[in-house]
């Protein structure tokens, strides 16, 4: 299976704070991953551990500070901007909060006809019957009535659907969602992920699907990648990962959702504390502040990710054999 | 053994684009050291019912009906002076967002202490209870001299639920308190929340939009949906007996770990309160909606020993 | 395009209408010039200092020339210049601070920086100095007025430019992959016309007395070209002697042109931050 995205080796440092009181924050730490093609990679972690960043420098929305992003096998690490434009049409980002994506003063209509009169050459009738088609696909009937309308005049899960058919409009092939469905009410959410779902089906496409919710990537993801502050810690099959979490992060993930531990039956693993200031993170392993298992090394010297079968990493000194 | 009546409250806001009914004919009793969680989704009146029950509704919101009563008394029919005495010592609040609790202006200590003290505890005494509870809730004494945007989301709660323990409240009512946090520190909080209930035999009210915590960590439910109490049970015979359609629908969206079949959603979308539709407000979303639910708003019905359920078809569903 | 309903919307608004009636009737002064002054400004058609009468509505000046006349041939000037001033300052002020404001880095630190040292230096005396550089003209005088303004539009809309860089709507719009000039003037632009609608009625009021004070030292006009600063320069001498009107209009039209802009511009003020809510 060949490699739809490749992000290789990528730091992304960001420098906050205005004039003599700069801090550089790197947001994501050496991390490198595959989304093959077809597949949905399932990205987790709690806020601040660097999904969301890594996510859109697979996008090259944000230039990687080091390391290299790959598209179908194309260094577009260093690209200008003006020849990532024409490549934009083939991937694509489905942000959290629906109500701050679509420009305010546009209606849906101007707003998902924009991109195609931008990409393609094609009158505004031919337009306009494409966007009809792409809200039909989302489910917003009547399109004609959904066209006119502005974005506060739609519910939350209404303009989600906008937003994904404005996505899916370019026929794109790689689609990284960014917690597409948090802001969204439960009864909602399951409409949306199956929209995506479908879409990935009908147009082969491959997903970075991100989000803090391990159990709902246990059903649509085929591989996980664990998050925490800026690394990947642990990567493997959806079954791999939910069945036997190695890392003790994960591990406490799955024990701090409601339900669910008792579900898998697994050990229960507590963390003190709460996770570090990305600007001044722990030395040694991230986690041996609250990790329960933290042994002498762990506190000076950071694990390196290994990889206990193939396929199957984790960036933890527990499983390190000499 | 019981702290708290509540008998058919009814909430109204008297808005300029009509008549909103957020709660309509709730009622509940809550027993000392019982969690109780309130679960719906946005829109079902959880919220509002929380305020309402410190007679804390904003404008233009108004208590139409209904009691709520605290050791004996009718606390909706207090006067300001007497229900402030009430607040923050013997019922109190905690809220999703710590920034309607906390000052951005003054440190932490400053403002905990002039709670206490405005709550009659001795001057000389008070710091000493700021620094026992925050140690209580798992914040070092470094906090005390921090303002509140120096604090995570984390701290800011923990702040929020130190300040609403400190008096020995009887009732803590915690709305939504952990779902702008991350879900390990949401695991502590609410391994903080049962601490404080058996240590202090203090009640909890819960409430949430999510079914999963609710059935992990309350002794009682209560299901709203569109200002109702839909479906009300002990934890156990929820879970193995779920009648009302609507919490079935919440329980199937839950996910279920690994399986491939995603969760069914609901259709349709959540009610207009200035328009309710008529009968049973669920009856559009619902599966089993006959033609009866479209006309007649259903009764409570108790379906066995404090097990209620608001449904027509309750007694033919499985 | 507003709508006839928002057009009406705004001019319920009191001050709007006040102010706009006011500015109104100078441009009219300016464009009907010809038809509606009774004489040459610049001929000499009556005894000098003859106080205001009959015939010399508001009296002559030393020379024995209409000063009604003058005002109203005087308020081209005014107008000329300061609108010159205003839209040269504040489409280059605009499009500088979008285009700083979005692109960002180098080009922007140099640009604000320079923008700030304008700005910090006093209005009037950066005006006179650049005036007196360009040598006095009307076109240089709008001119300087301009350049003096530039950081006031620069600033503004390069603030708001920042904030609505933000929103998950340019981002999604970077990720659809528009080009970046429509990004600026279609996604971003409409966002900030509101706060320019204020900016650019205040900035008029105070263009207004910076142009008098130009003319006030005779950077703008030559004589014998009727100007309302300059007359009112001519006029100080004579007050003292008694002749009080050949001061007092032009400056009572300076100052009521000024009103006029700025009762506009709290009218503009008040209704955006209503619209606001």
Redo the contacts between chains.
């Keep these: 299976m060949s490699a739809i995205v490749e992000l290789v080796d990528v730091v992304m440092d960001f420098e906050i704070g205005v004039f003599g009181r700069k801090r550089r924050v790197r947001a994501v730490d050496h991390v490198s991953l595959k989304v093959n093609r077809g597949e949905i990679y399932g990205l987790v972690g709690e806020s601040g551990s660097g999904k969301s960043t890594l996510g859109r420098v697979s996008l090259r929305l944000y230039k990687p500070t080091m390391g290299r992003v790959l598209f179908e096998n194309r260094d577009i690490t260093k690209l200008p901007e003006s020849a990532l434009r024409s490549l934009r049409r083939e991937m694509q980002l489905i942000p959290q909060d629906p109500y701050g994506a679509i420009n305010p003063i546009q209606t849906i209509g101007e707003a998902l006809a924009e991109p195609l009169l931008i990409h393609f050459k094609i009158s505004k009738d031919e337009a306009l019957e494409r966007v009809y088609k792409a809200l039909e696909e989302v489910g917003l009937v009547p399109p004609e009535d959904f066209m006119s309308r502005r974005p506060r005049e739609l519910s939350g899960g209404q303009l989600q659907r906008a937003v994904i058919a404005r996505a899916m409009i370019l026929r794109p092939k790689y689609i990284v969602a960014d917690e597409p469905t948090s802001n969204l009410d439960a009864s909602i959410r399951t409409s949306i992920i199956k929209l995506l779902l479908d879409f990935k089906e009908k147009y082969n496409q491959s997903l970075l699907f991100i989000t803090h919710d391990i159990a709902l990537l246990s059903l649509v993801a085929n591989r996980i990648g664990v998050m925490y502050l800026a690394q990947l810690v642990e990567e493997g099959r959806v079954d791999q990962v939910v069945k036997e979490p190695l890392h003790p992060y994960t591990k406490a993930l799955l024990s701090a959702i409601p339900l669910i531990s008792s579900q898998l039956g697994l050990e229960k693993v507590h963390l003190k504390g709460e996770i570090g200031d990305p600007a001044n993170p722990p030395k040694g392993c991230r986690l041996h502040p609250r990790c329960p298992f933290t042994r002498e090394e762990c506190k000076t010297r950071e694990p390196p990710l290994i990889e206990v079968e193939k396929g199957r990493l984790v960036k933890c000194w527990l499983y390190y054999m000499v | 053994m019981e702290i708290l009546l509540v008998n058919d409250l009814w909430v109204r806001y008297f808005t300029l684009s009509g008549v909103v009914s957020a709660v309509s004919g709730v009622s509940f009793k809550l027993r000392r050291g019982e969690m109780l969680a309130i679960v719906g989704?946005?829109g079902s009146g959880k919220s509002t019912l929380g305020l309402a029950l410190l007679n804390m509704v904003p404008k233009p919101g108004r208590i139409i009906r209904g009691e709520v009563i605290f050791d004996g008394v009718d606390i909706l029919k207090l006067d300001l002076h007497e229900i402030r005495k009430i607040r923050g010592s013997r019922i109190s609040m905690v809220f999703q967002d710590p920034f309607t609790t906390l000052d951005p202006l003054r440190r932490i200590v400053d403002q905990f202490e002039e709670f206490l003290i405005e709550h009659g505890v001795d001057r000389a005494k008070a710091r000493t209870i700021v620094r026992e509870y925050l140690e209580a809730v798992g914040l070092s004494e470094r906090i005390m001299y921090s303002y509140p945007h120096q604090l995570?989301g984390?701290?800011k709660q923990r702040v929020s639920i130190a300040m609403a323990i400190a008096l020995n409240p009887e009732v803590i009512i915690a709305d939504e308190p952990t779902t702008a946090l991350?879900?390990?520190?949401?695991?502590?909080i609410m391994d903080l929340i049962d601490n404080i209930k058996e240590k202090y035999k203090s009640s909890i009210i819960l409430i949430t939009?999510?079914?999963?915590?609710a059935?992990?960590?309350a002794d009682t439910i209560m299901v709203m949906y569109g200002g109702y109490a839909m479906e009300y049970a002990e934890k156990k015979e929820l879970f193995n007996n779920m009648k009302h359609p609507y919490t079935k629908?919440?329980f199937e969206?839950?996910?279920?770990?690994?399986?491939?079949?995603?969760?069914?959603?609901?259709?349709g979308?959540?009610p207009d309160l200035r328009n309710p539709p008529p009968g049973c407000i669920f009856h559009p979303r619902c599966e089993f909606a006959i033609e009866k639910c479209k006309r007649e708003p259903p009764p409570l019905i108790e379906v066995s020993r404090n097990h209620f359920v608001r449904c027509h078809r309750v007694g033919e569903l499985l | 395009m507003p709508s006839v309903l928002e057009v009406i919307a705004v001019l319920k608004n009191k001050y709007i209408l006040s102010g706009l009636i006011i500015v109104l009737i100078f441009v009219f002064m300016a464009i009907l010039a010809d038809i509606i002054s009774p004489y040459s400004p610049v001929e000499a058609v009556g005894p000098p200092l003859h106080p205001p009468s009959r015939l010399y509505l508001m009296g002559t000046d030393n020379l024995g020339r209409d000063v009604f006349s003058r005002v109203i041939y005087g308020s081209r000037i005014m107008l000329m210049i300061t609108a010159m001033a205003v839209v040269m300052s504040g489409a280059i002020g605009t499009v500088l601070g979008l285009i700083s404001g979005y692109l960002g880095g180098l080009l922007d630190r140099v640009l604000s920086f320079i923008m700030d040292s304008i700005y910090a230096f006093p209005s009037l005396i950066l005006a006179i100095a650049l005036s007196v550089a360009l040598g006095p003209s009307p076109i240089n005088a709008a001119i300087a007025i301009a350049v003096v303004y530039v950081p006031t539009y620069f600033r503004m809309v390069r603030g708001q430019v920042l904030s609505i860089k933000n929103e998950t709507y340019i981002e999604m719009a970077r990720a659809l992959g528009l080009p970046s000039t429509r990004i600026v003037l279609r996604h971003i632009l409409p966002h900030v016309t509101r706060t320019l609608m204020v900016v650019f009625s205040m900035n008029s009021a105070d263009a207004i007395l910076t142009e008098a004070a130009l003319s006030f030292i005779g950077l703008t006009v030559q004589p014998p070209t009727p100007d309302w600063g300059f007359d009112l320069y001519k006029g100080r001498g004579f007050v003292l002697a008694g002749m009080w009107w050949i001061m007092l209009f032009p400056g009572l039209s300076i100052t009521l042109l000024a009103v006029g802009f700025a009762l506009i511009s709290e009218g503009v003020s008040t209704l955006i931050s209503s619209q606001k809510r």
């Design positions: 989704e946005s995570s984390g701290q991350d879900v390990v520190v949401q695991k502590q939009h999510d079914l999963a915590l059935l992990e960590r629908a919440l969206a839950l996910p279920r770990i690994l399986q491939r079949d995603l969760p069914r959603s609901l259709p979308y959540p």
